[in-house]
């Protein structure tokens, strides 16, 4: 290892004492040591110097005021372990410089083997499949190269993917453009800090600033963040699409007119229930537990048949079971002649008289500037990106940007006397909907072991004992509905800067979903359950559960994480309300069109992955019927 790929020796010195504080020796599992610190070391230095930089002088900040370094380990532990429980600036140093020793000291084999976990998964991947010779690289690409196609469609997840392959199948010449790169089964092999590192926007930093600290993890990849995700498939609730289609004047979204389309995704991603053969132990004692407080509770439907429970389907799909769009609609779009450019960014719409007719890009890796002129232009971008590509033109609407809905979430696990292993299991296999129309949906959460440990925000030998009985914890979820509180404007270089305030009944349903959640564990037999909550962190009786109850809670309280970004560019009746009409069609701009996540109209309640396919399925089709309607005019 090279100094450059080190931590600075006084920041080095604080990381391992922090490393043998935070991580000491427990039962079968080894303490924090050297080979923490260096795997820490590798980790954020393939992330690049300023990585190694940022951690060093969060180091040194925590060692000036906590002394870390001239106190025994067990004394750092008490201390970092109550920090940890503090108030927001303490908590939130001590997170940051904890979190990272956490992740590198369980990306190793010892502690799999000790847990029985798989360490990584071999692959499965023989000569790379004919369609992907219509793939071309974007470093392969020489400088000033120009397109011209039908439709050029900016990103291959949830929204893009499909307008691709339904507007190849209608005959017409698409082009594609994705940022990430085409990973195959074969590189999705495990490993927690890497394959996010590979796999994720920012490494997985993007997110929200406000009265809380929310992560909003994305994918960069061709498949998006469908390519990321557990594979659960939800229908947008008649509810919801009846409060669409009366309240927000989109009749076209009524349960009766959305069927088709919700009928066409699921038969392509071949949805199904989960397999009962691996739902694992998390489903078990759920169900258990639900069953004794009389909640209902059932296993979630998936897309991904031939599921072996490989358990880390938020870092790829090892056997290609679960069917994103890299899977399920890129390649056929490809097989019928689709192009597709990767590691190629959009940085504009090429604008003609006020008519979009293509987009600028530049390949990532050389810098070269790319064009892809097309009579119709889709952006697919995602909600946080979409709206930044239309802001930075000044394209859209006032709306542009606002109405930001995120599916605020959070965790709460439990250690039992029964073997388990979530690890080895489908991650969100099973639910409990008993408080559905309440906003609050209850669903698996499990990670792999390498992941494991960052959920817990204690410190010390309880961290530990805790992570040597992994193969006994069992997670769940709490996601909330959500009103639009958060807003996306263009930040530093081409990153969204994101801001949401979590407000009181969003809060509210965070208690009250964790609070039944906990319920649940303790009456499936939980010998003590763990809420991602400050002051609650370790419930054991129902007493404690009186006092979460009635607890004061503050949105800083909460560790949260949200995977639904939804409304930045909404769909309305008119520019008075929304981006995008209910053509997809962006007002002001002709031939541009956004179909993604930010044109859904308002929290759906559930999981959204199908609510966008479905939206893009009808997009593609009204899409295909105008672009035919002009060649014959």
């Known amino acids: 290892m090279s100094p450059t790929d080190r931590l600075a020796e006084p920041a080095r010195h604080v990381a391992l004492a922090l490393a043998r504080a935070v991580l000491p020796p427990v039962g079968r599992l080894p303490g924090g040591d050297e080979s923490t610190v260096e795997r820490v070391e590798a980790t954020l230095a393939a992330a690049g110097p300023g990585a190694l930089r940022g951690y060093g002088a969060l180091l040194t900040a925590l060692d000036r005021v906590a002394r870390i370094t001239t106190r025994p380990p067990e004394e750092a532990a008490d201390l970092l372990d109550r920090w940890a429980d503090a108030e927001l600036p303490r908590r939130s140093l001590v997170l940051g410089a904890t979190t990272p020793l956490k992740l590198a000291h369980f990306d190793a084999p010892e ?29 392969d690409l020489p400088a000033d190269t120009e397109v011209e196609c039908d439709v050029v469609v900016v990103g291959t997840g949830a929204g893009g993917g499909v307008v691709a392959k339904e507007l190849t199948d209608a005959g017409l010449a698409v082009v594609m453009v994705e940022e990430g790169d ?23 930093m993007t997110g929200s600033i406000g009265n809380a600290l929310i992560p909003i993890p994305m994918g960069r990849l061709v498949g998006g963040s469908t390519a990321i995700n557990t594979g659960t498939c939800w229908r947008t609730p008649d509810w919801v699409l009846d409060r669409w289609a009366s309240d927000l004047g989109l ?29 694992g132990g998390v489903a078990r004692v759920v169900a258990r537990g639900a069953d004794a407080l009389g909640y209902s509770h059932r296993p979630l439907r998936r897309n991904a048949p031939g599921c072996d429970g490989s358990g880390i389907c938020d870092l790829g799909c090892p056997t290609g079971a679960r069917r994103s769009t890299d899977v399920s609609y890129v390649p056929p779009a490809l097989e019928r002649g689709a192009g597709l450019f990767t590691g190629v960014r959009v940085d504009g719409l090429v604008l003609e008289n006020g008519r979009a007719v293509g987009v600028h890009c530049v390949a990532v890796e050389t810098g070269a500037p790319i064009t892809v002129r097309a009579r119709a232009t889709v952006l697919a971008c995602g909600t946080l990106l979409t709206p930044v590509l239309l802001q930075r033109q000044g394209l859209g609407t006032r709306h542009t940007g606002r109405h930001l809905s995120i599916h605020p979430a959070t965790t709460v696990s439990a250690l039992f006397d029964e073997e388990i292993r979530g690890f080895a299991a489908i991650p969100q296999g099973y639910c409990v909907d008993e408080f559905h129309r309440d906003g609050i949906l209850l669903m698996g959460a499990s990670v792999p072991v390498d992941l494991g440990a960052a959920q817990f925000s204690f410190a010390g030998r ?30 530093p270089g081409s990153r969204p800067l994101v801001t949401y305030w979590l407000g009181r009944e969003e809060n ?50 909460w560790l949260l994480t949200a995977f639904h970004p939804l409304g930045t560019c909404r769909m309305a009746a008119s520019p008075d309300g929304g981006v995008v009409g209910p053509d997809h069609a962006v007002f002001g701009t002709p ?43």
């Open 111 to 139: 502690p799999h083997d000790v847990l029985g976990a798989p360490w990584r998964f071999a692959s499965l991947d023989t000569d790379p499949p004919r369609w992907m010779q219509q793939v071309t690289p974007g470093r």
């Open 591 to 633: 031939g541009c069109y956004v179909v993604d996540g930010s044109t859904v109209p308002g929290a759906p309640a559930v999981n959204p992955q199908v609510t966008i396919m479905a939206l893009a399925t009808r997009a593609a089709d009204l899409l295909a019927a105008r672009l035919a309607q002009r060649a014959a005019a």
């Open 182 to 204: 085409y990973h195959l089964r074969g590189d999705f092999t495990g490993g927690g800090v890497e394959s996010i590192r590979r796999f994720y926007r920012d490494a997985g």
């Open 462 to 491: 309880h961290l530990m004992e805790v992570m040597d009985a992994y193969d006994r914890v069992a997670s769940m979820g709490v996601m909330v509905s959500d009103r639009p509180r958060g807003r996306v404007r263009p930040g």
């Open 251 to 279: 009749a076209d979204l009524a349960p009766g007119q959305m069927e088709p389309y919700f009928d066409r995704v699921e038969r392509q991603l071949q949805v199904e229930d989960a397999d009962p053969a691996v739902l």
């Open 508 to 557: 509210e349903r965070l208690r009250r979903g964790t609070e039944a959640m906990s319920r649940i564990f303790l009456a499936a037999g939980a010998r003590e359950v763990y809420p991602a909550l400050r002051r609650h962190r370790a419930i054991r009786n129902v007493a404690d559960l009186r006092r979460l109850a009635a607890a004061r809670i503050s949105p800083a309280d």
